[in-house]
């Protein structure tokens, strides 16, 4: 089967997604979340959010939001 480099980058970020979401990552202070504003047809932009509790440091009760661009190349450069 012949695939596209973009392709093979939405199926490797969608492996590495599910990795991450089996992972089940816990922690009190701190939430996480994902998510693809373009839906799952683009896996290629996504949103990560995360939210940090009452904690004491420069960190404490913020909200951050990184919008993450991921090349068609990927994992390849």
């Known amino acids: 089967m012949y695939y596209m480099r973009s392709d093979l980058a939405a199926l490797r970020v969608r492996k590495d997604v599910n990795e991450l979401a089996k992972a089940k990552f816990t ?18 932009r996504l949103i990560f959010m995360i939210s940090i509790a009452d904690i004491s440091g420069p960190y404490a009760n913020g909200d951050f939001t990184f919008f993450v661009e991921i090349p068609k190349t990927y994992p390849f450069y």
Do not use: H, I, K
Not at 29 to 44: I, K, S, W, Y
């Open 27 to 44: 922690c009190s202070q701190a939430t996480t979340r994902v998510e693809f504003p373009d839906g799952v047809e683009n896996m290629l």
